[in-house]
C-alpha cells in the first residue's frame, strides 16, 4: 500500500499519475494504440479522438500553469494525499493530508484538528477530493 491507502502494486501504477496532465497525454495515447489494435476498423476514429483529447489536455495545462502561476506560495491542505503529480507539474506543495486515504472522509471532526495542525490560511485553502463530497 501506498501512504494514500491504495493498493499501488497490482499494476505498478499510481493511480493518481494522471493527474500530471502529461501523464494524462500518454495514457491517452496508449489507450487510443490498444483499442486501434482491439478494432482495426475504428482505429482512425481512435486516433483522431485521442489527437483532439491531447490537444485539450494541453491547453487545460496552459491554462492551469497561468491560474496557479500566482498561487504557488499558498499554503494548502488535501483531503488525502492524492495530488503529487499535479503539484510536481504546477509547482505546488501541500503541507499534509487530513486523512490516511481517500476510503475515510475526515469529517465534521477532521476538520478542527486542520487548525490544530496546520496555518489557519492552509485549512483555508482546502482541496477536496474529485469524488468526496461536503462533510
Sequence with gaps: MGDDGHDHTGAGLDPHAWL???NA????????????????GNAALYRANA???QDEIGASAIRIAHFLAPRRETPFV?????FQY?????GL???G?????????????GWPGCARRWPPAACAAFW????STPA
Excluded: I, Q, T
Design 128 to 131: 477536496p477530493n474529485p469524488r
Design 25 to 40: 497525454r500518454v495514457w491517452v495515447r496508449a489507450m487510443a494504440e490498444a483499442l486501434a489494435e482491439a478494432d482495426p
Design 51 to 53: 489527437e483532439h483529447a
Design 20 to 22: 500530471d496532465p502529461e
Design 97 to 109: 493530508a487530513l486523512s490516511a486515504s481517500d476510503a475515510s472522509a475526515p469529517g465534521r471532526r
Design 78 to 82: 488535501v483531503v488525502h494525499d492524492a
Design 86 to 90: 499535479f503539484e510536481a507539474r504546477f
Design 93 to 95: 506543495h501541500a503541507l
